[in-house]
Nanobody, 126 residues
Framework: QLQLVESGGGLVQPGGSLRLSCAAS????????IGWFRQAPGNQREGVSC????????AYADSVKGRFTISRDNDKNTVYLQMNSLKPEDTAVYYC???????????????????WGQGTQVTVSS
C-alpha cells in the first residue's frame, strides 16, 4: 500500500528556513509525480510545488517561486521541500501527495493526486 509521511515542520521566524521531507513507500518512484500542497485555516488546499516522476522536472506556485525548492533523493525514496525566506502567509499544514503516471499537466489540481500524507504544521511567526 502506498504511504506518504511528511516531517520537518515547526515554528520559524519570518525570513527563516525549514526543510520538509516526504518519505514514500509502497510504490515505484518513477511512476509518480510528487507534489506539495498546503492548507491554512479557512482556506482551500493549494498546490505549492511538484516534481516529475522522470527527469526531476519541477514546478512552483507563483507565491513561493524563488523561495522554495523541491528536490528528491531516489536512494532514500524521499522528496524534500526547502523553504527559505519564509513569510507569515506561508503558515499552513503542508501535505505531500502523489499521482500516478508521467503526464505533466494540472500540476496544482489537488484532485489529480490520489495519495496523501497526514500533513505537517508550518508556523511562521515572530
Amino acid at each position: 500500500q502506498l504511504q506518504l509521511v511528511e516531517s520537518g515542520g515547526g515554528l520559524v521566524q519570518p525570513g527563516g528556513s525549514l526543510r520538509l521531507s516526504c518519505a514514500a513507500s509502497g510504490f515505484t518512484w518513477t511512476y509518480y509525480t510528487i507534489g506539495w500542497f498546503r492548507q491554512a485555516p479557512g482556506n482551500q488546499r493549494e498546490g505549492v510545488s511538484c516534481i516529475s516522476s522522470i527527469g526531476g522536472i519541477t514546478a512552483y506556485a507563483d507565491s513561493v517561486k524563488g523561495r522554495f525548492t523541491i528536490s528528491r533523493d531516489n536512494d532514500k525514496n524521499t522528496v524534500y521541500l526547502q523553504m527559505n525566506s519564509l513569510k507569515p502567509e506561508d503558515t499552513a499544514v503542508y501535505y505531500c501527495a502523489a499521482r500516478g503516471g508521467i503526464s505533466w499537466y494540472n500540476l496544482f489540481e489537488k484532485n489529480e493526486y490520489t495519495h496523501w500524507g497526514q500533513g505537517t504544521q508550518v508556523t511562521v511567526s515572530s
